[in-house]
């Protein structure tokens, strides 16, 4: 057993690499689909409804991060644990909720703009509160926004540019941007859970696993109270608030902290919350499939209905 012990380090040495290697893919990927599924246009024409945005960013950015603040008083856990969790709930804006809005038969284009909103939002909020809240650890605020700019919000604008310019182009690199977007995040998910399988047996990892789910189900429930008694925008209310921005968490986690365990506990949090979301959009559709082979972060273009 011993003789093989150095091989099987350096495996997992590999896939931790690898799985790095794949964040970064699946952040700029995921981003960049958004924009070429969403014409501006498009977007412009649900910001007048500012009040249900406004409770979107509320209970998004305040509402969620202090439900996580309150859990993690009543239930201690290790400081990356605590890290993960607490960068995790400040995270808005997530790509799958396109797809989440496409399983539960609603406006694309309205599940697109909120989370532009709460991507927006987050890049602004994000680096101001998460020093705040993580006592005793130093986190560059400037370094965050930089990086949510660049890999998140940057690769979206371009993708609205060539959706809104270049029609042809974005037919034909669209499809495989998604598809690309989903290996990716399917490799990461694989190369991390197995590149640090040792981890997994920590009793505590999984104890913050649960207090992670726990809040996310109540956020679902807070974001589908705000939906102001309409059906479409209490159910994007609560599948938008349900789901956290995983690219904008692993961004942070990647940079900013050298514990595997903060990105592990983001990792498998976000896993175990889109199948049970996935599970709630269908709830919410009349009679809708979803298929792991299709692209997670967002529909083509030709899919949308107006």
Known sequence: MSAHSPERGSV?????????????????????????????????????????????????????PALMVFALE??????????GLLIFS??????????????????????????????????VVMPVLLPLMLEGVTVDAFAITK????????PMLVGMVIAQ??????ALIQPWVAKLSNIALYGLIACLLIGYSPQLLDLELWKAIAVGLVVLL?????????????????DIGGLG?????????????????DDPRVLLV?????????????????????????????PIAADRPHRQTH
């Open 241 to 257: 608030t349900g789901q956290r921005g995983t690219a904008a968490a692993m961004i942070v986690a990647g940079q900013n902290f």
């Open 218 to 234: 109540v956020g679902f429930y807070v974001g589908y109270m705000m939906g102001d008694g309409t059906d479409r925008l209490k």
């Open 90 to 123: 400040l995270a808005a804006g997530a790509p799958f909720l396109i797809k989440l809005t496409a399983v539960s038969e609603h406006d694309i284009s309205l599940g697109a703009t909120v989370l532009m909103v709460l991507m927006l939002a987050t890049v």
């Open 147 to 154: 990086a949510l700019l660049l890999q998140m919000i940057a």
């Open 74 to 83: 009543l239930v201690p856990l290790a400081a990356p644990y605590v890290a």
């Open 266 to 294: 983001i990792t498998i949090v976000n896993v175990l919350g889109i199948v049970l979301l996935i599970a709630a959009a269908k709830s919410l559709s009349k009679d809708n499939a979803f298929s792991p082979l299709d």
């Open 12 to 64: 997992l040495e590999i896939l931790k690499q690898a799985g790095a290697f794949l964040v970064t893919v699946f952040v700029l990927t995921s981003m960049l689909n958004v924009g070429l599924t969403q014409k501006p246009s498009k977007i412009l024409g649900h910001l007048d409804n500012r009040g249900f945005l406004a409770s979107m960013v509320l209970a998004n950015l305040v509402v969620v």
């Open 165 to 170: 310019l270049l029609d042809r182009f974005n």
